[in-house]
T-cell receptor
Framework: SQKIEQNSEALNIQEGKTATLTCNYTNYSPAYLQWYRQDPGRGPVFLLL?????KEKRKERLKVTFDTTLKQSLFHITASQPADSATYLC?????????FGQGTTLQVKP | DTAVSQTPKYLVTQMGNDKSIKCEQNLGHDTMYWYKQDSKKFLKIMFS???????INETVPNRFSPKSPDKAHLNLHINSLELGDSAVYFC?????????????FGPGTRLTVT
């Protein structure tokens, strides 16, 4: 069956460290993958897009990798700040629609 | 100016009632979506419209009926509400359909069915 898995347990890290979030998928062949941030009581906000022919994308302190062999994307936040605390959703692009993972909650402690 | 807006933000109603949620985007996008986010935070697409035409219709009970009067508006009408319909419903838009464009989400409507 098709699955997208993000670590359902919250990720707690210390301010200044690098946070690494994982998105694994099975039985999908996504042409692209997107990452979104969701704060409590708000809608998701787009962060980064990576296409199947791209290995890595960066935007300021954010970096995303996409390994179509491992069927995995990693999302990194360097020099993390308490303001980065939120839930991060990965979404696969599949036949013209986005399929979302359940998200990983990141808590950055000062 | 809010890019994607939804009304109401909260909706509490009883089983069996009929209710509507409205969505408007002022981004000039051609494509709009309805998503449902359940208590486990899974965000699942329900419908998508491109320039007023229905292009995605996931396995959703036919008690749910979307309507797009123009490409800036997408409404969701729900008949005979059930307890399992309780969730947060998000509207979103993107410039076009079927490509890797980012989606812009509204603030969500929290529906509680008692």
């Amino acid at each position: 069956s098709q699955k997208i898995e993000q670590n359902s347990e919250a990720l707690n890290i210390q301010e200044g460290k690098t946070a690494t979030l994982t998105c694994n998928y099975t039985n999908y062949s996504p042409a692209y993958l997107q990452w979104y941030r969701q704060d409590p009581g708000r809608g998701p906000v787009f962060l980064l897009l990576i296409r199947e022919n791209e290995k890595e994308k960066r935007k300021e302190r954010l970096k995303v990798t996409f390994d179509t062999t491992l069927k995995q994307s990693l999302f990194h936040i360097t020099a993390s700040q308490p303001a980065d605390s939120a839930t991060y959703l990965c979404a696969l692009g599949d036949t013209g629609k986005l399929i979302f993972g359940q998200g990983t909650t990141l808590q950055v402690k000062p | 100016d809010t890019a994607v807006s939804q009304t109401p933000k909260y909706l509490v109603t009883q089983m069996g009632n009929d209710k509507s949620i409205k969505c408007e985007q002022n981004l000039g996008h051609d494509t709009m979506y309805w998503y449902k986010q359940d208590s486990k935070k899974f965000l699942k697409i329900m419908f998508s419209y491109n320039n007023k035409e229905l292009i995605i219709n996931e396995t959703v009970p036919n008690r749910f009926s979307p309507k797009s009067p123009d490409k800036a508006h997408l409404n969701l009408h729900i008949n005979s509400l059930e307890l399992g319909d309780s969730a947060v419903y998000f509207c979103a838009s993107s410039p076009y359909s079927g490509r890797d464009y980012e989606q812009y989400f509204g603030p969500g409507t929290r529906l509680t069915v008692t």
